[in-house]
C-alpha cells in the first residue's frame, strides 16, 4: 500500500488521558500535514512539517498538542489531558515539496471520542 | 481571512444528471483550488487541483473552472451514477508554498439516486 496510513483508525479514551496518533506518508513525500474535522465541517489546518521541521502551527493547536516527525520520516500527534471538545477525526496528509503538483494525499483519519 | 462556502449542503438527484457543484471564496489571492470527495467516515480524495494561473481542470467525468476575480469555482459532473454519492469539499491554498495550509468549505452531500 503506497498511500497515507493512520492508525490507530478509532480511539475511545477518558477525559484527562493522553492519546497519540501516528501517521506514515507516502514515501516520497517530504510535506505532512495534520488537519481535525468535526461532524459537518471541512478539515481544519491544524499544522505541517517539511522533512523534520515543523514549520507553522496553528493558534487551534493549544499546549496540551504536540506533533513531531523525527528523521522526516513518520509523524505522531500527542494530546494530554484530553477533554470532550477534542473529540473529532484527525486526519493527516501528505504532499510533495518544491514545484509542480501540490496535490494532498490524505489517509482515512483517526476517529477520536473523548468521553 | 479567507472564508470557503459552498451551497447548498447537500443534493439529491436521479442518476444520469449533469451535477453542478458550487464554491465561492472571499479573499481571490489564492495559490490554487483543490476540489476532494471524501466517503462517510473516511479520508478525502484529491478529484482535481487548478492552479491560480489555470482557468479549468478535466478528469473523466469531473471538470472543475476556477474565476479567481469573483472568487468562484465549479465541479461539473457529468453523467451522474450511484458511485458519485459522497461529499464534495472545495478547498483554496495560499502563499507561495502552495497547499500548506488549506482553507476548506464545509462540503457538499450528494446523493444519487439510482
Known amino acids: 500500500d503506497t498511500g497515507v496510513s493512520q492508525n490507530p483508525r478509532h480511539k475511545i479514551t477518558k477525559r484527562g488521558q493522553n492519546v497519540t496518533f501516528r501517521c506514515d506518508p507516502i514515501s516520497e513525500h517530504n510535506r505532512l500535514y495534520w488537519y481535525r474535522q468535526t461532524l459537518g465541517q471541512g478539515p481544519e489546518f491544524l499544522t505541517y512539517f517539511q522533512n523534520e521541521a515543523q514549520l507553522e502551527k496553528s493558534r487551534l493547536l493549544s499546549d496540551r498538542f504536540s506533533a513531531e516527525r523525527p528523521k522526516g520520516s513518520f509523524s505522531t500527534l500527542e494530546i494530554q489531558r484530553t477533554e470532550q471538545g477534542d473529540s473529532a477525526m484527525y486526519l493527516c496528509?501528505?504532499?510533495?515539496?518544491?514545484?509542480?503538483?501540490?496535490?494532498?494525499?490524505f489517509g482515512s483519519g483517526t476517529q477520536l471520542s473523548v468521553l | 481571512k479567507q472564508e470557503v462556502t459552498q451551497i447548498p449542503a447537500a443534493l439529491s438527484v436521479p442518476e444520469g444528471e449533469n451535477l453542478v457543484l458550487n464554491c465561492s471564496f472571499t479573499?481571490?489571492?489564492?495559490?490554487?483550488l483543490q476540489w476532494f470527495r471524501q466517503d462517510p467516515g473516511k479520508g478525502l480524495t484529491s478529484l482535481l487541483l487548478?492552479?491560480?494561473?489555470?482557468r479549468e481542470q478535466t478528469s473523466g467525468r469531473l471538470n472543475a473552472s476556477l474565476d479567481k476575480s469573483s472568487g468562484r469555482s465549479t465541479l461539473y459532473i457529468a453523467a451522474s451514477q450511484p458511485g458519485d454519492s459522497a461529499t464534495y469539499l472545495c478547498?483554496?491554498?495560499?502563499?507561495?508554498?502552495?497547499?500548506?495550509?488549506?482553507?476548506f468549505g464545509k462540503g457538499m452531500k450528494l446523493t444519487v439516486n439510482p
Open positions: 487548478i492552479q491560480s494561473s489555470q
Open positions: 496528509a501528505s504532499s510533495r515539496g518544491g514545484q509542480g503538483d501540490k496535490k494532498l494525499f
Open positions: 479573499d481571490s489571492a489564492i495559490y490554487n
Open positions: 478547498a483554496v491554498g495560499k502563499g507561495q508554498g502552495g497547499s500548506e495550509k488549506l482553507v
